[in-house]
């Protein structure tokens, strides 16, 4: 073992319209004891306060992409988000330091989309992926996403510290709360606690491969010269998560009711479709290989 784990933070309302991890982190204040261990202290926090405080994904920009070291050392932007993410910074970080705060985060995210049980990663922190495959070994269907998407994970909350994890659920409407993912979620954070708890007492198995999925690519919905949607996530994907595309499959059928075909020469798998908040990122879906890493 390199080091303990000695503190984990429990982050929700990064977004503050995802309700799940709001109301998780209400849960865990109320009740602490759920996510205390003998070996470690567990530390719970909304962080969007603004946006969850008017249900919304954020008050000025998107918080989860704001925690590059680049952004937390300028001191010129002035959106809510830019002071708040430096705010989060001093309580979880500093980001960078050799003595952070926490030296985990697990932050708790919703999706529009039919992600199922998810976590989102794109770390390359081995420690962080042997508390990945102990969750996945515990709940099988718990899917496991290698991330490489807008941006890479070092902007979220869950890069702050050595060691993060970022949980996504779905399909939820943004605003809503739904007891068998809330309790879902709960089941995956338990899960990485034990890691923790094993792994600080050297009892923790090593795994040496996972079965994830891995981003290719992102793809937007056609618009026409305006920037306007001209059609939208084809019926066959809708609430279908993890649907396998091959060349001549229907991605989008427009408004007229004309089907839009995958193209691509490979088979690939649809990943959060339909995701509410990503109509503004200008993206429809992401598409993924399914493979087994080593680790
Ligand atoms: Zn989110």
Redesign the pocket.
Known sequence: MDHPIRKVALTGG??GN?LTGVYLVQKFLAHPELVQRESFETLCMHTNVGAIKQCTRYVDKDL?RTFTLEALNDYSATAYEDALSKVINQKLGPKGSDETAVDLVIDL???TSDMGLSICVSTKDPLTWQAIAYAKAQIPELNIFRWNGDTDDASFVSSIPPHGITI?VGPIPQGVLRADMFFGTEKVIQALLDFVELYNSGEAQSYTEVEIYDHVTLIDYPRNKEGAITAMLHPTLQDNGYAKVSKGDPLFVSLEGKDICYEGKESRYVLFANEA?YYEKHFSMCLADKKTIKL
Request: glycine share 0%.
């Open positions: 990064t977004h995802e989860n995210h919703t999706t996504e908040a």
